[in-house]
């Protein structure tokens, strides 16, 4: 069971996607009829209504929708945006391949952007903070908007980990000029891939849309595309199976939610406080996911020990998720790494293993249980599910304290 939204599919997911199997209607278009109702389109109004969002567009995966989010706001070849060293690979491939530059900032004890690095990585052609949402849990929005607002930079947040999570009575997604999810299976929902874009502006709604739809206007209402900017686009948009699933998926949320936040809660009841043994701080722990658990130790030794012990790896090892696990980073500067001639980067920062001492040394003491994501490749490879028996719960919590107290002495 990859994310906990997994443990939830069922006769409703099953029973959408008959409607559209009885159809045979795959696309949300139908041709020469403007889109008011399809699956694709119902999700996007869910979305609006649940999140809290002006504008919603469904598109095909987390990745397309920071892409879209990207060509939306006009970030391109100039340009820089910060983005954690510690994310998901995908927050810094779209940056790429929006032809910009992405700058590595740190992160700080609650594994999300630090505000003071982000502040003193801004240069004159600085246009976006990319603010990722870590395993769940909110960052610092405020500090972050306020340093957004003060330099006049866009704040695009990835919201792909931490799908209905809020912070200070905001759901996450709203809070910067866009907001960008994943429905892979690892996430809090899913409908096997996918990805939903939020914003509150309509211009960039309208780029966003035409960018994912071949510069489409907004639902092909003009099938002129004379409404405004007029942009090249992709194909990025989200099939009727797809959103079939996702709609379902969507509506049971906050159930999901539930779910997890009650096993977590359970699980750190269960654990003793430990000397040496620090849970992660949160910048809103009533608003975070909490998808998993995050403990960290005095030493990166004790951490790599105590991960070992149960079976898992620190958070330094979690695949692509580090900046020094991701090879593609090296061949920035010269070119190699990216698909285009031409495009080698003159003046790229630093990205070397050892450029983020922070970040180096916080994921390296770091170990995560899992308690709605279970995924070995994100260092969550111990811990429990939403589907735990209390006994299960029990005993993981049991193993957890036993090898901390081993470690910690
Ligand atoms: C932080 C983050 N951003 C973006 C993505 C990309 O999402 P997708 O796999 O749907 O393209 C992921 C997915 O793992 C992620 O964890």
Redesign the pocket.
């Known amino acids: 069971m990859p994310g906990p939204g997994y443990a939830f599919l069922g006769a409703e997911e099953q029973a959408n996607v008959e409607q559209v199997l009885q159809s045979w209607d795959l696309t949300r278009y139908a041709y020469d009829v403007p889109d008011k109702t399809s699956f694709v389109r119902g999700l996007e109004l869910a979305a609006q209504e649940i999140f809290g969002a002006p504008y919603c567009i469904a598109v095909n995966?987390?990745?397309?929708?920071?892409l879209t989010g990207l060509a939306a706001l006009g970030v391109g070849p100039g340009d820089e945006v910060i983005v954690p060293g510690y994310?998901?690979i995908?927050?810094i491939g779209?940056i790429v391949h929006s032809g910009a530059t992405p700058v590595l900032a740190e992160v700080d004890a609650s594994l999300t952007l630090d505000p003071r690095d982000v502040e003193e990585r801004i240069t004159p052609r600085t246009r976006a903070i990319m603010a990722?949402?870590?395993l769940g849990a909110p960052c610092d929005m405020d500090a972050l908007r306020a340093i957004a607002d003060r330099h006049e930079l866009a704040l695009l947040e990835?919201t792909?980990?931490a799908c209905g999570a809020g912070y200070r009575g905001d759901r996450l997604g709203t809070i910067g000029r866009l907001g960008?999810f994943?429905?892979?299976p690892?996430?809090v929902i899913t409908s096997g891939?996918?990805?939903l874009l939020l914003t509150g502006d309509s211009h960039l709604y309208q780029r966003a849309y035409a960018f994912q739809d071949q510069g489409w206007s907004v639902l092909r209402a003009d099938r002129d595309n004379t409404g405004g900017d007029i942009l090249f686009g992709l194909n990025l948009r989200m099939s009727e199976l797809t959103a079939a699933v996702g709609s379902a998926q969507l509506a049971k949320l906050d159930t999901v939610l539930d779910s997890v936040r009650a096993t977590k809660q359970r699980l750190v009841g269960l654990i003793p406080e430990l000397p040496g043994l620090q849970r992660r701080i949160l910048h809103d722990p009533a608003g975070e996911c909490g998808t998993l658990l995050v403990y960290q130790l005095p030493t990166a030794t004790a951490a790599a020990e105590l991960a070992a012990t149960l079976g898992t790896r620190t958070l330094v090892e979690s695949g692509r998720?580090y900046y020094g696990n991701m090879p593609q980073l090296a061949g920035l500067s010269d070119g190699s790494s990216i698909p285009f001639h031409g495009r080698a980067r003159t003046d790229v920062p630093d990205y070397r293993v050892g450029s983020l001492p922070l970040t180096d040394d916080i994921l390296a003491r770091s170990v995560a249980v899992s308690v709605g994501v279970s995924d070995s490749y994100l260092g969550a490879g111990f811990g429990v599910t939403v589907r735990s028996t209390a006994t299960e719960i029990e005993s993981a919590a049991e193993q957890f304290t036993r090898a901390a107290e081993k470690v910690l002495g």
């Open positions: 995966s987390g990745t397309s929708a920071l994310t998901f995908a927050s779209s990722v949402h870590m990835d792909a980990q960008a994943s429905l892979n690892f996430k891939e996918g990805g998720h």
